[in-house]
């Protein structure tokens, strides 16, 4: 079964992403007026780029797990066969 849900955990994951990207825009557009700082930039302070990168991979990691567990449970809905389950283990 696990060969049946890899294909849609592929396109699970390329909509967290862009998700993510969507309410990182979102989030930083309300605690910011400045776009997030790139830290290849010679004029962005340690404090911007480390907030921005701080920022962007909280909101990746929270999109990330409520997307992929919002797939786990729909998948499971749909075969009755939840993914993260190891028939090893």
Known sequence: MKFIYKPFAII???LA???SK???EKVWGAIADDD???PDDRDAS??????SAAVAGA???VVQALVRRGGAKS?????GYW???DPAG
């Open 83 to 85: 993914p993260g389950d």
């Open 59 to 61: 909101v990746v990691k």
């Open 46 to 51: 340690w404090a911007e780029v480390i907030a």
């Open 22 to 24: 969507k309410v990182f």
């Open 75 to 79: 998948f499971e809905r749909a075969t």
């Open 36 to 38: 997030p700082r790139d």
């Open 17 to 19: 992403g862009i998700l």
């Open 12 to 14: 699970v994951g390329l």
